[in-house]
């Protein structure tokens, strides 16, 4: 069992938005603003997309956006392509020790 | 550009000694942290550890007493080792560089899949 829930799928047509929700605990996400979101295609390496909650990497298209809430976090995606389809990963700081801890990963179909 | 390349067995014995090294280039290594993250086949994202060039480490602590992460800033190398193997180790084993701060994973190799098998 992940340390962080996410759903395990999300939906949607083209052109619309979706938004995956990242829950952890005080320890974790909701103690340090250092939530990041990971792009996964099948067979591929993940792919930085949102760090520190909200910031994006440079050549990351502005659809891509990050939010944190007490102890969720969520990556929301406008305007749905159909290359957006990919397993979407949140991970976050948990502390010197445990260091980072990783969500189970969702699943996006774009319609 | 930065880029990361895992090398190493793909096949390790159960018991054994799971060894791979992470050839960085674009980059010297002796400036941020480096670390190894796995991936069972059909499953999620686990922190493995990192090591910063100057050789300070930290675990994930369920893996912590069988991993050993080391690094050799003359080749632009760094290795991990993983011993008393069982099937759950098999996974693809990514080694990624993280960020100055240390809080996110910047840069990603391929990954290379170690299946442990008799």
């Known amino acids: 069992q992940s340390a962080l829930t996410q759903p395990a799928s999300v939906s949607g047509s083209p052109g619309q938005s979706i938004t995956i929700s990242c829950t952890g605990t005080s320890s974790d996400v909701g103690n340090y603003d250092l939530v990041s979101w990971y792009q996964q295609h099948p067979g591929k390496a993940p792919k930085l997309m949102i760090y520190e909650v909200s910031k994006r990497p440079s050549g990351i298209s502005n659809r891509f956006s990050g939010s944190k809430s007490g102890n969720t976090a969520s990556l929301t995606i406008s305007g749905l392509q159909a290359e957006d389809e990919a397993d979407y990963y949140c991970c976050s700081y948990a502390g010197s020790s445990t260091y980072v801890v990783f969500g189970g990963g969702t699943k996006l179909t774009v319609l | 550009q930065v880029q990361l390349q895992e090398s190493g067995p793909g096949l390790v014995k159960p018991s054994e000694t799971l060894s791979l090294t992470c050839t960085v280039s674009?980059?010297?290594?002796?400036?941020?942290?480096w670390s190894w993250i796995r991936q069972p086949p059909g499953k999620g994202l686990e922190w493995i550890g990192y090591?910063?060039?100057?050789?300070?480490?930290n675990y994930n602590p369920s893996l912590k007493s069988r991993v050993t992460i080391s690094v050799d800033t003359s080749k632009n190398q760094f290795s991990l080792k993983l011993s008393s193997v069982t099937a759950a180790d098999t996974a693809v084993y990514y080694c990624?560089?993280?960020?100055?701060?240390?809080?996110?994973?910047?840069?990603w190799g391929q990954g290379t899949l170690v299946t442990v098998s008799s």
């Open positions: 090591i910063y060039y100057a050789g300070s480490t």
């Open positions: 990624a560089r993280l960020d100055s701060a240390g809080d996110y994973f910047d840069y």
């Open positions: 674009g980059d010297s290594i002796n400036s941020y942290y």
